[in-house]
């Protein structure tokens, strides 16, 4: 059996950008030089992670827990307004299901990940969902999440296909073992270096096709 697992942000819904501003809000409210490594330095990283980095080594007022929950306070502020989602998202999605199991290995936090999940009529879609928060706090570039979902769908990894965006995100899926689909964004691209790791770069996920997936793995012993 083969399975095609998505991340989240940057990759179906257009929301890296949105956590960069709502973490630069926060600076300004607390008085504080928005260092411009911190930006790419978060992508991937697990909520305890990134919480952890905004109080310890940026400096915000209170506890990594404080930095958190007004991270994800802004961030469900800006779905109330309305989930950007990416062109062809939902229809790559389905068009992967119709086909294998598909899951979500993702680094945003269980609560926004139902929410947008919710948002995206994806709930029925989905055989798993995950988040690095739930796994002790491991983010990506380690290859926790892609193998915790791949166990849950039954698959090898070597079995699977890994759809991501980001330099963390890319770095995790190889180190599981997974093929790649890399789809740079528009916010904090890779770099060719990391792009060069994946096994397909696409311009975007109308490019996803069945024909891909099953190019890039060899089908299972029957």
């Known amino acids: 059996m083969r399975a095609v697992i998505f991340d989240l942000d940057g990759t179906l819904t257009d929301t890296e950008h949105?956590?960069?501003?709502?973490?630069?809000e926060?600076?300004?409210e607390d008085g504080i030089t928005w260092p411009e490594e911190a930006s790419r330095a978060m992508m991937g990283m697990s909520t305890q992670e990134w919480s952890a980095y905004m109080a310890e080594v940026i400096g915000f007022a209170g506890t990594a827990e404080d930095s958190a929950r007004r991270s994800i306070e802004g961030m469900q502020e800006h779905y109330r307004r309305g989930l950007p989602v990416l062109p062809g998202?939902?229809?790559a999605v389905r068009r992967m299901h119709a086909h294998w199991p598909v899951g979500l290995a993702s680094s945003s936090p269980r609560v926004l990940i139902d929410a947008a999940v919710a948002e995206l009529g994806l709930a029925d879609v989905f055989a798993t969902t995950l988040s690095?928060?739930?796994l002790g706090g491991a983010g990506k570039?380690?290859?926790d999440v892609y193998l915790e979902a791949c166990r849950r769908l039954g698959v090898e990894p070597a079995q699977a296909v890994a759809v991501e965006d980001a330099h963390n995100g890319i770095l995790a899926a190889k180190a599981a073992g997974m093929?790649?689909?890399?789809?740079?964004?528009h916010f904090n691209p890779p770099p060719?270096?990391?792009l060069a790791?994946?096994?397909?770069?696409?311009?975007?996920?109308d490019e996803l096709t069945v024909a891909l997936v099953e190019s890039l793995i060899a089908a299972p012993p029957a």
């Open 132 to 134: 690095t928060e739930e």
């Open 141 to 143: 570039p380690a290859p």
């Open 179 to 185: 093929a790649v689909i890399a789809v740079p964004p």
């Open 18 to 24: 949105l956590w960069d501003l709502v973490r630069r």
């Open 192 to 194: 060719a270096s990391t």
């Open 26 to 28: 926060m600076a300004v």
């Open 197 to 205: 790791l994946a096994d397909a770069v696409l311009t975007d996920l």
């Open 89 to 91: 998202a939902l229809q």
